[in-house]
Each structure stands twice: as structure tokens, then as C-alpha cells.
């Protein structure tokens, strides 16, 4: 059968595979033969690469060719039209409008933030080639921080200073050590093993499985708190404590309360490597506010009894223990707390700087935790500096549309927002990845121009006034690596581009020109010719000797040279505190902060504190909304891409996003496996399909993000299928972060009676060809 295809080697950020082209056409996938874990989310590609929802040709709104740029609250109508323009056409028109705006209301005009996850590629990495575009041509208003773990880079600089934070992220020990040194892994947000599929950039190997069914068989115990029995292998025997979700820092401060209490606590390292230290035991017995924090407190606010926390403290406390806080704690309101508690917590068991032990942040949560670093960096493309200094933490952007002029606090600063006329997205989806859609779609009918760079009708494509296909990775030559990655690989072009589509390159190459920056944003390079070049350039940086480019090539893959695997993080700092001081005013790891302090922020103050957020059981939102919806990662693919494709499909329910349900939720609702039901609140709607499944504690429901969103039948829902963003409150963690909170949504569930609308999701939006007279306007 195999032997008229060609076979390529692929990478996405889900893993390093095969495609198999017949002619022109991707016909199947297959893992690569080295990958000892390789994941089932390659099984997308083939439907996805030639799906009737990939963009074939530039396309402008009808209306907005009509009527010029403008505000118009029409923009992601379902019914909305697009006309097909030729290349040179929307070139023109959109070069003039880049002009007309920079013009007239200056560069900080422009939101080119364009948040998103994009392809695996180094070179033609969507958001790298806009970014160096928009700065070439006077710059533009970007984002801060990321939707992944905007807590984590915000807060922990604070408290372990910048390198530490980097150290945490980039340089966490690996797999091996954890299996050498560990006896118990206590994790807050399970070891989701779907999550570590995935990575920036891909994996060469899948190391994350492996690693961890190795650190099982070295007699590591993991005990995993979360809501969903399934966040861990099961045959790694984890113990599952299944706390009541957003209540991991009142665990952790119980736990504390147990060290402080038994003389369980370590005094000298407290003493010695952090500041506030007192201030922190002075909360957590009580004498500030007259709560102690005791497993009895916590056991009512997590549902875990006060003996399970005693007795975690104590085995926490007699041998060398991990604590990991998954990213997703951090991903909802107040999500700066867990992340500080944490770290405190950690402190008291005086385990940070040894081997296997102390403070993690995101083992569990992509596949390159564990996995090794590359502190020679990778090939990349220069991005040039941004003359304009305008910018907003990125979950803030429909407050930003819908607000110009007003202000928001962040990390100690006073920002206001920009009045923005045009918005350029290319890599990114948020249409998925922003909370409340209805919300978003007023945001966005708000600025002149909305443009969009992408491979498929996504809602987001279907908000923009001018739309341009973007060529797919498997339509290009380019090289990738994740973070900490052992090989370098080549990513040959497999399939010629589909319909009209072009590199992102050669269409900002095209821009500039018009632009007058052509020679700037180009050097004068094809992109083949800046792929060698890149590579040339990485290659010079490297101490040690590495094959050049066209060895590299025809060999498809080389190791990535200067490669770490780190035993463990502040170790140096632990050594010696003076001379490796952390980049923090005190020197030492703040357990106070009177940076934080300083900063009077009610939601975020100086210590770690409990706070509780609305979006939990037991509130006064929850005799409304009375199960809390998980809005966690999709097993099935990465975020919304590819959800066409075959694997992505086949986890459907009567064509929606599962939806996981207790059976005891089920069976007060009459639920039934294969059930549609309506997902409500105060914020939105979404119909999905019911699981009946004992793998998630009761009261939660789980409805994993990246269900494409489909607005087509508003009187029967936000979204006919199944994207949980549609309910999301769009409210930042705290005032210092504005991270997403969108992980915990208070939510009811009911049968949906009756036969539901179809889903268009993939259908793209109605596309003419240009009449004769053309693009006069009215
Ligand atoms: N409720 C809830 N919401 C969440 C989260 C959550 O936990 N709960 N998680 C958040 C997190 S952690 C993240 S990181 C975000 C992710 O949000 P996004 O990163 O926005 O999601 P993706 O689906 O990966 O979007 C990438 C888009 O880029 C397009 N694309 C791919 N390759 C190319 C290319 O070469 N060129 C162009 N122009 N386009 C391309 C794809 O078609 C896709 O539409 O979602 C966040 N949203
Ligand atoms: N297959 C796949 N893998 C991915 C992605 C993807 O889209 N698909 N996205 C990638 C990206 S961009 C990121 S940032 C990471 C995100 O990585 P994470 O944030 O770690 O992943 P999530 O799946 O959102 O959440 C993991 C688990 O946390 C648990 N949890 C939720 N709330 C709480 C809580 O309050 N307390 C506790 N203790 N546990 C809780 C849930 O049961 C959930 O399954 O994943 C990456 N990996
Ligand atoms: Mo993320």
C-alpha cells in the first residue's frame, strides 16, 4: 500500500511524526519510529490539512468593502458575507489601510498582541514574522504575558527574582533526578499525561510518560490533588485526593499550620534563605486575624478531611518531597495564591536547592517539564525593537476594545488603554482562547479594520474584515526544536500550499514593500534563503562544532548541542545564599513582599493569603450555578487546532464537546450517556454532549477547551458546540497578574429537549467573487 507514497518527516508542537502524501494530498500519518510515547492528536492532521474550512483565498467582508473601515457590530455575524479578492488587490487595500491608520491616529492604534499558540517552525512562526513586520513599519500596541501561566511570570520574579522564576520554567530538574532523589511528588493539578503531548515547538521524543512511569518503577509516590481522578496514569497508583477546586491555597496553608504546630517546620531554613517568614507563620496560626488556619478550617473549604491533611503534612515532612502546582491552579481567580503558597510551603519543609525536592510549577503540564534545557537558545528569526512602548496584560483585550481611554492596574502600574483602530491576529484564536465569546464578539466590533492571517475559518477568521490564507507547516521548508529539546529537526515542505494560500513571510514581505520597509523586513533574503540563514547564525553561536546547513538538511535532524539536565533548581542558592543571591530586593525568597505590599492591592496583598473566589462551591453564585465546570486542556488535540481532524472527532457526543458528569449530577438530572444538554449561566450558553463518567468528584463537570465556536443558533445557545468560553467570567486573577481565570466556571446543567441545531462550525462563511464594479464604495 505504502509504496507509491512519500513519506515526510512533520513536527507540531504535538510531537514529531510522519506524513504520508499521495500526489498532492496528505493521505495518512504515522509516529515516528524513535518516539517511545508518540501521540494519538497526529491522527488530525490528514482531515484537517485539506478540510473544507482551511482558507483558499484572500477574502474581504462585504460590508467593510462596501463601507470602508469603521465600527461595525455585525463582525462574526454567522450570516455574514466575504467576498474573494486577488493577491495584489488586498495587498493594496490593506497597505492603505496600515497607512491611513498610522496617520491618522499613530502606531499605538495598531493591537497586534495576536496571542496564540500558531505552528511548530522556527522561521515561519506566524506571530515572530508579524511582530518584526508591525515594528518595521512604526510599531504597535503588544500584549504582556501569556494565557498559559500569566501568574507565574507576574508573581514568582517576586518572590524567587527573574532568574529563579526562568529557572523554575526553564531548567526544572529533570525526570531522572526526580526518580533518583524523590520519595513523594504531591501535586496540585495532577500529572495530566494528555497535557504533556504537547510543548512549544514539539518534542523530538515524547521523555514526559516514560520519565514519569520511570520515577513509579524508582518507588516515587505521587499523590495528586485535583478534581478528576484521571489527571494521572493510572497505573502510576497516585494517591487522588479530590479537594473541591480553587481551595489549594487553604490546603496549603493547613499544611503549614500542621509544620508550625507539630515543630515539623524548618526554622533554620525559613531563617536563612527567605524574608517574612514570621509574618507568614503569625497568619497561619491565627494571630493576625484571628482564623487559624488548621486542617479543621481547611477541611470545610476543600472537603478533604483534617486527618487526610495532617497526615499529608507529616509524610510531606519525612522524606524528600516535590510540590508541584500544575498551571492550571494558577489559571482562575486569586491564581497568584496557590503559586506563593506554595513556595512557602515548600520553605517550611527546607527542601528548595536539594535534588527532587522543593517547589515546581508545570510537571504535568507540557511534555517539556523534566525533559532537559538548551541554554544556547535555538535558531530564531531577529525581531527588532517595538518604537512604540504601549502594551496590556494580554487576558485584558476586549477591556481594552470596549474601554479606550480608561485605565488598568498591573504589577504596580497605572496603564491606559489605548483607543485601537485596527486589530491584526495571525497564530492565534481567540474566539477560543478568550472568556466571554458574546463579550469578545461586542469588543471586536468596535475598532475600523480587524485582520486576520490564518489557515482555517476559525470564529476568529470569521470576525475579521480582511482575511488572508496562511500556508500550513506542511506547506513550507523550516526547522523546529522545543525548549530543552534533544534534536534540532527539519521540517521539508510535503504538500503544495492549498488554494491561494502564502507563507506569512512573502505576504509581509509584500506589505512592507508597499510600506517602504521591504529592504528592512527583508535583507534582501528569499525565506529559503533566511532558513540557512538562521541556522547559520545559531550554528556560529555554538561552542562546540556543528554540521552546517546542508549537512543538517540532508540529514534531517542533528542534537542539539550544549544540552542540560539539571538535578535541581536553587541549588547554587542553597549553597551559598550570599554569593548566589536571588534577584529579589532581599536577596532571599520573600514569603513578604514589600514590593507587593507596597503596591495596596486588596486581591493580591503582601503575603500569600486565602481568598476566596466567587467560582467555587459553597458561594452565593453556587445556589445558582451549582456545579463548577473544569475548562481544563483537550486530550484530543491542542486547544482549537485541527478540531476537525479524525482523532478530534471521534471524541464527539452527537457532534459536541464531551461533557463529563458525575453519575450522582447525571441522575438528579436524568443525564444519560450520549444526552445533549445546554451548559448555562448568567454569562453564556453552550450545548454539549453528556459522559457519564466516576473519574471526576462530584459536583464538577469537565468540558475541555477548543470546541470550535459555533454563535449559528443564538436562541438556542451562545454556542451550539461545546466551547466552555462561552461562559467564562472575563475577569483578570488580581489586580497584579490580569491572568485568565478561565479554568473555574460556576455553571447548571440541563437535558437539551428536542432535536439541536446542527453545527457549522466548519462551514466556512458564504464567499463571492468580486463584481464588476468592483471595489467602489457606497
Ligand atoms: N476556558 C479556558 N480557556 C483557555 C484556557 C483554559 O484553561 N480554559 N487555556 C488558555 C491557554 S493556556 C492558552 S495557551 C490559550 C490557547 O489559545 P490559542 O493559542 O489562541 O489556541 P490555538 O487553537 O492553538 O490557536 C492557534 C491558531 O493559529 C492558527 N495557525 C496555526 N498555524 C498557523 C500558521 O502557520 N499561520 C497562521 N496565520 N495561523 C496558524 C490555527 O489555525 C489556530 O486558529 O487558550 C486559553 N484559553
Ligand atoms: N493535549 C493537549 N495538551 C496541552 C494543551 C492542549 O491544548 N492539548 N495545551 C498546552 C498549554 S498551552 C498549556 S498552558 C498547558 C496547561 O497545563 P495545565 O494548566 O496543567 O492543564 P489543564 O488541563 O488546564 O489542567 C490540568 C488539571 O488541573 C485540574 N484542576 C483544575 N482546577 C483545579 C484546582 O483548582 N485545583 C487543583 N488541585 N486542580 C485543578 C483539572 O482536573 C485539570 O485536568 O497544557 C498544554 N498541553
Ligand atoms: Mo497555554
Not at 507596597?598 to 503575603?607: R, V
Not at 428536542?754 to 471595489?775: K, M, N, Q, S, Y
Request: net charge negative.
Amino acid at each position: 500500500m505504502d509504496r507509491d507514497l512519500k513519506v515526510y518527516p512533520a513536527s507540531a508542537h504535538w510531537g514529531t511524526y510522519q506524513v504520508l502524501v499521495d500526489g498532492d494530498r496528505v493521505v495518512g500519518v504515522r509516529p515516528d519510529p524513535g518516539d517511545p510515547a508518540p501521540s494519538p492528536i497526529i491522527e488530525n492532521t490528514p482531515e484537517a490539512q485539506h478540510h473544507p474550512s482551511r482558507v483558499e483565498r484572500p477574502a474581504v467582508r462585504r460590508s467593510w468593502l462596501r463601507s470602508g473601515p469603521g465600527p461595525d457590530d455585525r463582525r462574526g455575524a454567522p450570516d455574514d458575507e466575504y467576498v474573494a479578492v486577488d493577491w495584489e488587490t488586498v495587498l493594496d487595500l490593506l497597505a492603505g489601510e496600515f497607512d491611513r491608520v498610522r496617520t491618522a491616529f499613530g502606531n499605538a492604534a495598531i493591537y497586534g498582541g495576536s496571542y496564540g499558540w500558531a505552528s511548530a517552525g522556527r522561521l515561519h512562526h506566524s506571530q515572530s514574522q508579524l511582530h518584526r513586520f508591525l515594528k518595521l513599519i512604526g510599531g504597535y500596541t503588544r500584549s504582556k504575558n501569556t494565557y498559559s501561566h500569566a501568574a507565574v511570570e507576574v508573581l514568582v520574579p517576586h518572590v524567587v527574582g527573574l532568574q529563579g522564576a526562568h529557572d523554575l520554567l526553564e531548567r526544572p530538574a529533570t525526570w531522572e533526578a526526580i526518580a533518583e532523589h524523590t520519595d513523594l511528588i504531591v501535586t496540585f493539578g495532577g500529572l495530566r499525561i494528555s497535557n504533556t503531548w504537547t510543548s512549544s515547538g514539539g518534542r523530538a521524543v515524547n521523555t514526559a510518560e516514560p520519565g514519569m512511569r520511570a520515577a513509579r518503577e524508582a518507588g516515587v509516590r505521587t499523590v495528586s490533588i485535583s478534581p478528576l481522578r484521571d489527571d494521572t496514569l493510572a497505573d502510576i497508583g497516585a494517591q487522588w485526593l479530590s479537594a473541591a477546586p480553587g481551595t489549594d491555597t487553604a490546603i496549603m496553608l493547613a499544611l503549614m499550620y500542621v509544620l508550625f504546630d507539630e515543630g515539623l517546620a524548618d526554622m533554620a531554613f525559613l531563617n536563612r534563605y527567605t524574608v517574612g517568614a514570621q509574618v507568614l507563620r503569625r497568619y497561619v496560626v491565627g494571630e493576625t486575624d484571628g482564623v487559624a488556619k488548621s486542617p479543621e478550617w481547611a477541611a470545610d473549604l476543600c472537603e478533604l478531611s483534617a486527618e487526610t491533611l495532617c497526615d499529608l503534612a507529616r509524610r510531606m515532612a519525612s522524606g524528600r518531597t516535590l510540590i508541584n502546582v500544575g498551571w492550571s491552579v494558577q489559571r482562575a481567580r486569586y491564581g497568584e495564591q496557590p503559586l506563593w503558597a506554595g513556595i512557602a510551603l515548600a520553605a517550611c519543609l527546607g527542601q528548595i536547592g536539594l535534588p527532587g525536592g522543593g517547589f515546581a510549577t508545570g510537571y504535568g503540564s507540557t511534555g517539556r517539564h523534566g525533559g532537559g534545557a538548551t541554554p544556547g537558545g535555538l535558531p530564531r528569526m531577529p525581531q527588532g525593537a517595538n518604537p512604540i512602548d504601549s502594551f496590556i496584560p494580554v487576558a485584558r483585550v476586549a477591556d481594552m476594545l470596549l474601554h479606550p481611554g480608561e485605565s488598568c492596574e498591573y504589577d504596580g502600574e497605572h496603564l491606559t488603554y489605548p483607543d485601537i483602530r485596527m486589530v491584526v491576529w495571525s497564530g492565534g484564536n481567540p474566539f477560543h482562547h478568550h472568556q466571554d465569546l458574546a463579550r469578545l464578539t461586542r469588543a471586536f466590533g468596535r475598532p475600523d479594520t480587524v485582520v486576520v492571517v490564518e489557515t482555517h475559518w476559525t470564529a476568529t477568521a470569521r470576525h475579521a474584515d480582511i482575511v488572508l490564507p496562511s500556508t500550513t507547516t506542511l506547506e513550507r521548508d523550516d526547522l523546529t526544536a522545543g525548549r530543552g529539546d534533544l534534536r534540532l529537526r527539519a521540517m521539508p515542505q510535503a504538500v503544495p500550499p492549498h488554494g491561494e494560500a502564502r507563507d506569512e513571510y512573502d505576504i509581509y514581505a509584500a506589505l512592507a514593500r508597499r510600506l517602504g520597509a521591504e529592504q528592512e523586513f527583508t535583507e534582501g533574503r528569499t525565506s529559503g534563503e533566511w532558513l540557512r540563514h538562521i541556522y547559520e547564525q545559531w550554528r556560529e553561536r555554538q561552542s562546540e562544532d556543528v554540521p552546517d546547513f546542508d549537512a543538517f538538511w540532508a540529514a534531517g535532524n542533528i542534537d542539539i548541542p550544549g544540552r542540560v539536565c539539571d538535578e535541581t533548581t536553587f541549588g547554587d542558592f542553597r549553597t551559598d545564599p550570599d554569593a548566589h543571591a536571588l534577584q529579589t530586593p532581599s536577596g532571599r525568597i520573600e514569603l513578604f513582599s514589600e514590593v507587593i505590599e507596597s503596591f495596596e492591592y486588596a486581591d493580591c496583598p503582601g503575603h500569600p493569603v486565602w481568598l476566596p473566589s466567587e467560582e467555587r462551591f459553597g458561594t452565593q453564585r453556587a445556589q445558582r450555578w451549582p456545579l463548577l465546570l473544569i475548562a481544563n486542556q483537550p486530550s484530543g488535540r491542542l486547544h482549537s487546532q485541527q478540531d476537525m481532524g479524525a482523532h478530534s472527532k471521534s471524541q464527539k457526543i452527537a457532534d459536541r464537546a464531551p461533557l463529563r458528569v458525575h453519575p450522582d449530577d447525571a441522575a438528579e438530572r436524568g443525564l444519560r450517556d450520549g444526552d445533549v444538554v445546554k451548559v448555562f449561566n448568567d454569562i453564556g450558553s453552550c450545548l454539549a454532549g453528556v459522559e457519564v463518567s466516576e473519574e471526576l468528584r462530584r459536583g464538577v463537570v469537565q468540558l475541555s477547551t477548543g470546541a470550535w465556536y459555533d454563535p449559528s443558533a443564538p436562541n438556542v445557545a451562545t454556542c451550539v458546540h461545546g466551547n466552555p468560553n462561552a461562559l467564562a467570567r472575563d475577569i483578570g486573577t488580581s489586580t497584579l497578574s490580569q491572568g485568565t481565570t478561565a479554568q473555574h466556571i460556576l455553571v447548571e446543567v440541563k437535558k437539551y429537549n428536542g432535536i439541536p441545531p446542527a453545527v457549522r462550525a466548519f462551514v466556512p462563511p458564504a464567499l463571492t467573487d468580486l463584481e464588476p464594479e468592483g471595489l467602489a464604495r457606497e
